[in-house]
């Protein structure tokens, strides 16, 4: 086998050229390769957040980089740094004291950036902040459970952390546990094989004997009958003793498809509250926010030309920041209006993929012989909705853009709207022939142009 570095240097000059260089930046090269084991290279990405980020947009490429390598290993694993350094904690714990058995921290792996205090509120997240506040002061009381709704990059993980890091401080006795989605499906299945059928108790005494339990995510618990059974009895439990949990999710209870009613009338009867886009002043503050945290003095104007062209995705808008400072200190001078541009023509690339939303809805309306004025404004005859539907669909295969944002330009629609047209379509192409030669008929339309 060769040298792990020697591997993942071919593998990097590989990705550069297939990753936009904002993303390769910003995302892959901070990776590091820790290991092989059992024939899977271990890559360690800063923090939790870039590993999910690392695993959500570039897992297949990475696992196609390593496929071009000769002599890599045949998998890929993304850790983070706080992964590891909570492993190396928890064995010295149990190297210096192996009869105390608390719940180990790799179980709760907060972001302890994600705090309150870092937390920029405006008028979009006002209502999430100020109930997930009060849960903080009084947990399991007033807003029990609560359940924070929105679109991805809009800060719903970094509120619902926050509840726990300051409960961590306030109540350091506190049972607590953050886990996604994926995590509560996993070890819930896997409860299940190890009991033999007999019964998951290890499981429940984990998830039922809490004071603070968040399920991050819990869209994906749908279509999941067994493991919302389980959440459904978690929940009782839970509540019937008094104990807080948070829920967050990228739609609202109703919303969630092939959800078991008692599951979603629990949800929807929590103190429900949304996270919206932030409006530009909100914006440019998270950017004084992050830049003076990372003790880099970029002037308002900079900050504000950047707020005004990353409109509503947060993580994105990092992103370019990160970018941003990346630059000034490779050319070693103060970030400027071309060092914000450069950025942001990443972003994009990234964002259109030289497709545009206005050609995709052109294509739509010339196939459907209606007018665009129609489709993207506020009639609801069938002869305007079905070319709508389809043209939403169309723009979330091709261009990489928050739901919201196709929402605004659809007339101001809720992002929960434009996700059901999704689905909608989504599921015609595959039943109904007529849809999927309309939507192959289009997207050939468009890459002809
Ligand atoms: P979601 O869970 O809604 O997809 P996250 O909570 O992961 O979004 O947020 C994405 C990024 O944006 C995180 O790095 C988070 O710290 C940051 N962020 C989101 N909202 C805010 C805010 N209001 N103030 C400061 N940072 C924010
Ligand atoms: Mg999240």
Not at 192 to 212: E, H, M, P, V, W
Request: charged fraction near 30%; glycine fraction near 4%.
């Amino acid at each position: 086998m060769e040298d792990i570095t020697v591997i993942w240097q071919d593998m990097l000059s590989i990705l550069e050229v297939e990753v936009h260089s904002l993303g390769f930046d910003v995302w892959i090269k901070p990776l590091r390769p820790v290991k092989v084991e059992d024939g899977i290279l271990v890559l360690c990405a800063p923090s939790d957040g870039a590993k999910s980020e690392v695993l959500a947009r570039y897992l297949p490429l990475l696992k196609r980089a390593l496929r071009e390598v000769e002599g890599a290993p045949s998998g890929i694993t993304i850790v983070s740094e706080d992964e590891i350094a909570q492993k190396t904690e928890e064995k010295q714990k149990e190297q210096s004291q192996p009869s105390e058995r608390t719940t180990p921290r790799s179980e709760n792996p907060l972001n302890p950036q994600y705090n309150f205090a870092d937390f920029v509120v405006g008028k979009c997240n006002r209502m999430a902040y100020e109930t997930a506040l009060a849960v903080a002061e009084n947990p399991g009381t007033l807003y029990n459970p609560l359940f924070i709704y929105g679109d991805v990059g809009l800060g719903k993980t970094h509120i619902m952390q926050a509840i726990g890091n300051d409960l961590r401080l306030s109540r350091p006795n506190m049972k607590m546990l953050y886990v996604s989605t994926d995590t509560f499906i996993n070890e819930f299945i896997a409860s299940i094989r190890t009991a033999n059928g007999i019964n998951n108790q290890s499981f429940r005494d984990k998830y039922r004997n809490l004071d603070l339990l968040m399920i991050d995510d819990v869209q994906f618990l749908s279509k999941k009958p067994s493991t919302q059974e389980e959440v459904f009895h978690t929940f009782e439990a839970l509540k019937g003793a008094g104990k807080q949990m948070v829920f967050a999710s990228d739609r609202r209870p109703q919303d969630i498809p092939d959800l078991d009613s008692r599951v979603r009338s629990r949800f929807a009867s929590s103190m429900v509250v949304d996270v919206q886009p932030p409006d530009l002043e909100t914006r440019i503050a998270i950017l004084q926010k992050k830049a003076q945290k990372a003790k880099k003095n970029i002037d308002f104007d900079e900050l504000a030309f950047i707020a005004e062209h990353v409109t509503s995705n947060i993580r994105e808008m990092e992103g370019v920041l990160t970018k941003v400072m990346f630059l000034s200190k490779l050319y070693e001078r103060k970030v400027d209006r071309a060092i914000c541009q450069e950025a942001l023509k990443d972003y994009r690339v990234q964002e259109c993929d030289e497709i545009t939303v206005d050609e995709i809805v052109d294509c739509t309306c010339k196939y459907f012989n209606a007018q665009k004025a129609d489709v993207v404004g506020k009639k609801k005859n069938k002869e305007v909705v079905v070319p709508r539907q389809i043209a939403i669909y169309l723009i979330n295969e091709f261009m990489n853009i928050p739901l919201t944002t196709i929402g605004e330009y659809f007339g101001g629609r809720e992002h929960t709207t434009v996700m059901h047209a999704r689905d909608k379509i989504s599921a015609m192409v595959s039943s109904d022939p007529k849809t999927k030669t309309a939507v192959n008929d289009i997207k050939a339309m468009i890459l002809r142009k």
